[in-house]
């Protein structure tokens, strides 16, 4: 009778467990680097972005990465006065998580917070620098915003930019608890742990299906592979290639991102023309290809993807001939160039799968055609020391391993900071750079892309201010218990709100 009633209980639990399984509308998103901010200005990190953009706080319109083109999302119209002016009507009805009403003043803070040299954020450094911005509030919900230069795709800009709360956000420090309109609130963080979102019972639109969910950190992506395939987990946004072997939990998708190498040209020998273009002829991308990073990556020739506009064709990548290399080492040295100088690749934990074993193969190559090249891994605190600006002044000369994502098809989002003299995470100091750079971000049409496509020639191939690498493949793995296929936007963000349960 015992053993009848505990087969029967034992049943009766495995139901029990299946059906609060099946109930369960709470995920674990697994990141491969600890979330070390929360602020929305820094949300063009792509760990930052996936927990808060458009989750948390909300964009004034967003960009379509499904169909293309924009679409309305705290702004529901928006039209251009004149050359400098737009005006953007802002929806009604919407409230902070604090209760706060969300009008035209959370619209000016935000930009101008974005642009506060006090704080450092890297949404408003990477593709707000050198704009400058006046405000006309209409009223609560209609707001005019006046640039300086032109800025003819300003509501394209709009869409990389988080809302946050003038009342609920500090003005000249880092949020560590956001405030924002968006479907989820942000509920805790422990640092170095987990972040927890839980769903927003007053959101103005549809509510979602997830109701929380907790982020946590794995740089192993094995590891974070396999707790989706255990049930510890529901989704690891990137993935290893060698890590996406199952077509039932595995997605490929096209990623924006393009990896390279930043040249630090304030240093020798790295001001040297020569040594940084062997650099780039030192390093076999080919044999990388299916090795250390997927068969469907590209080799890249510049920042962007050929999908952007402005992208220049005539730029071909650049060969692989270690023999040059070494000439060109062996010239520079004759002159007078302190090649034997040590060089130090700036490398970040957790970047892309294989990252560090691709920076260990770089090193070797360097380091073969007679340059004294070391390899530093960080954590990213440490990483963006040398990365953004103000720059580490340690002496030495540095590769900074690095990945840029511009998803939104226009070299605006890459070129000024990328390249200008004052870009945020610029190398380069060339004033005939800065004025094509000026010249292409007011142009429109044809122009535009012209000039866009005179700005990388310049950057990429006259200067050689990086050594680019390719073009990449992500790969993501989703609990089957959920219905999400990601696109390019995974690269950049997570929108919970597109969940939902099988």
């Keep these: 009778m015992r053993l009848t ?36 200005c820094m949300a063009a990190r792509q760990h930052i972005g996936r927990v808060i953009s458009e989750n948390v706080n909300e964009m004034l319109v967003e960009f379509d990465y499904v ?4 679409k309305p999302r705290l702004a529901t119209e928006w039209n251009q006065l004149d050359d400098k002016t737009w005006q953007f009507k802002l929806r009604e009805g919407v409230n902070f998580h604090d209760g706060k009403p969300f009008t035209a003043k959370d619209v000016q803070f935000t930009i101008e917070r974005n642009k506060n040299p006090n704080i450092t954020c890297e949404v408003g450094g990477k593709y ?13 919900h209609t707001i005019d915003i006046t640039t300086e230069p032109a800025l003819p795709i300003l509501p394209l800009l709009l869409s990389v930019m988080p809302i946050s709360s003038a009342e609920a956000t500090p003005e000249n420090e880092y949020t560590r608890s956001p405030v924002g309109t968006g479907p989820y609130v942000f509920d805790t963080w422990n640092v170095g742990q987990s972040v927890v979102l839980t769903r927003n019972p007053d959101y103005w639109g549809e509510q979602p299906e997830v109701e929380q969910a907790t982020y946590i950190a794995r740089s192993d992506s094995s590891v974070a592979a396999a707790m989706v395939q255990t049930g510890e987990a529901d989704i690891v946004p990137s993935i290893a290639m060698q890590d996406a072997t199952n077509p039932e939990t595995d997605f490929a998708y096209p990623n924006s991102e393009t990896t390279y190498l930043r040249i630090d040209l304030r240093h020798s020998p790295l001001d040297d023309r020569r040594i940084r273009e062997a650099l780039n002829i030192a390093v076999d991308r080919e044999a990388m290809i299916g090795t250390l990073l997927p068969e469907e990556a590209k080799i890249a020739t510049q920042l962007v993807v050929p999908t952007t506009i402005g992208y220049n064709e005539k730029i071909e990548p650049w060969p692989y001939d270690p023999e040059r290399a070494a000439e060109l080492v062996a010239e520079a040295k004759a002159d007078g160039v302190p090649v034997e100088k040590e060089i130090k690749i700036i490398g970040r934990n957790g970047l892309f799968p294989n990252g560090t074993e691709t920076m260990e193969a770089m090193m070797a190559m360097y380091q073969a055609v007679g340059l004294n090249v070391t390899l530093e891994m960080n954590d990213v605190s440490v990483w963006n020391n040398y990365f953004v600006r103000p720059f580490s002044n340690e002496p030495i000369p540095t ?33 005939e750079l800065d004025q094509l750079i000026a010249d292409a971000t007011v142009a429109a049409g044809e122009e535009r892309e012209e000039l866009w496509k005179q700005v990388f020639w310049k950057a990429e191939h006259e200067i050689i201010a990086n050594v680019p690498m390719f073009h990449m493949v992500g790969f993501t ?21 597109q969940i939902s349960f099988r």
């Design 128 to 140: 707000f620098g050198g704009i400058e911005f006046s405000f006309n509030i209409v009223d609560d």
């Design 67 to 70: 169909n293309g083109g924009l």
């Design 399 to 431: 590769l900074t391993q690095a990945q840029h994502d511009n998803a939104t098809g226009d070299p605006v989002f890459t070129a000024y900071v990328k390249y200008a003299s004052d870009g945020i995470q610029s190398m380069v100091e060339d004033e």
């Design 477 to 497: 793995r989703v609990s089957p218990r959920l219905d999400y296929t990601p696109t390019i936007a995974a690269n950049s963000e997570l929108q919970l709100a």
């Design 5 to 40: 009633l505990a087969g029967g209980l034992a049943v009766l639990l495995m139901g029990t467990s299946a059906f609060a399984q099946d109930q369960n509308r709470n995920i674990t998103v697994v990141l491969s680097e600890n979330v070390d901010l929360v602020d929305p």
